[in-house]
Each structure stands twice: as C-alpha cells, then as structure tokens.
C-alpha cells in the first residue's frame, strides 16, 4: 500500500484550503473506473504469451507515454503493442481490447460535479488518447456533458506530471493556477499540481471529492 505524502489529500479541517474559482478532474481513476486487466485478458486469447507473461511484459513505456502525448498515432501504437505483446491478428482486434479497460463510471462524483457547476467552472484534464477518449465519450455521455470544457494530453501536446501541462490548461481555462482546485489519483500528479500552484487533492473515494469541497467552502448538497 502506498503511504501518501502530507501535501496529497486535504482534510475538512485543513486551514490551507482556500476557496477556489474552478474545478479541474483527471478521469481515470477520479470519475471512471480504469482496469488495464480487462485489455490483457482480452489479448491474451490472441497472443503466444500468457496471461502471466503479459501482465509482465505490457509497460507504460515511451511509445505509451508518446501517444497520449500525440506524438504517435493509434495504428503506430498498437503495432508496437502487437510486436511487444506478441499479438496476432488485425489492429482493430488490438484497439478493441485496448478499449476494454473501462469498467464504470464514479456517479456519485458525477453527481457532485453536476450541483457545483452551477456556482463554479468544472473542468476535466486526462492523459488519454483518440481511442480511449472516443470510446469513454460514447461510454459516458452524461459525464462528458457535466463539464464546460474537457483538456485531453493528445490535443496539448502534454501530459500529467509535466508541470507544463497544467500551466497550460489552466491558461486555456482562464484560470489563475492558485484559483483551480484540482483532483487526481495518482500522488505524482498531484504533487506536480501543487508545484505551479493548483489545490491540489489525491482521490480514492468520491468521499474524498466531497470532503475537499466542504473544506473549500464550495457547497455540493443537493
């Protein structure tokens, strides 16, 4: 278990929480649920390797990290999924389990992001890609429409930890860096937020969504 770093998550009583002017949501892990599993069992029934081995081999390497950047095309990264995972077959069966890995979505944040947008801009920022972001868009319409704008890493040019990348979403936004209030599950991201000046909070739960809000002073009743 990782044991987060004082600055990853706020506490209702925390006095440095501020009241922000906008939200920014990473998506996977924060308002949808993420299981790279279900891209590897799918695979599996079409690689020479096993489940096992599969799970050892798949990396978020370079040629990961460069696609969510868009600096590589789908095709071009799943060749390289095809050569690196031993997978036969057509690409679109390759996109197809690489498209697997959503398995619901948060409402309960969905829900919260729906009564405080009214008061407060709501923003989603994902390292993601156009397979995963046409997919997630079909998957989840209402979370797509619950937000004012969506910054995906493809489209930037960047991704998360990059401080970089927040800076310029929040440029996009129209947003003071000190003035966003963002949300992400993994520590890095949210210590690279806190670096360039965003509130920043580690999510695990919803709950932790609705505790930051409350010590923010942003009221999400319903």
Not at 159 to 169: C, H, I, S, Y
Request: hydrophobic fraction near 40%; include cysteine.
């Amino acid at each position: 278990m990782e044991v987060p770093t004082p600055n990853e998550s706020r506490t209702p009583n925390d006095p440095e929480m501020r009241n922000p002017e906008a939200l920014l949501f990473d998506l996977g892990g924060v308002l949808v649920d993420i299981d790279f599993g279900q891209a590897l069992r799918s695979w599996a029934a079409h690689s020479s390797l096993s489940l096992d081995e599969l799970q050892r081999r798949f990396r978020f390497d370079a040629a990961y990290e460069r696609h969510e950047r868009g600096e590589i095309d789908g095709r071009e990264y799943f060749m390289h999924l095809a050569e690196s995972l031993e997978l036969s077959g057509p690409i679109e069966r390759i996109e197809a389990g690489w498209n697997a890995i959503f398995s619901g979505e948060f409402v309960a944040t969905r829900r919260l992001v729906q009564r405080v947008r009214g008061r407060l801009p709501c923003f989603v920022f994902s390292n993601t890609n156009a397979s995963h972001m046409s997919t997630w868009s079909r998957l989840y319409p209402e979370m797509v429409d619950s937000f004012d704008q969506i910054f995906v890493s493809h489209r930037l040019g960047l991704r998360k930890p990059d401080p970089l990348a927040f800076l310029e979403v929040c440029r996009l936004a129209g947003i003071r860096p000190d003035a966003m209030l963002f949300f992400d599950d993994l520590p890095a991201n949210v210590r690279a937020a806190q670096a360039v000046g965003l509130q920043a909070v580690r999510v695990r739960s919803p709950a932790d969504v609705a505790e930051a809000l409350e010590a923010c002073g942003v009221n999400a009743g319903g």
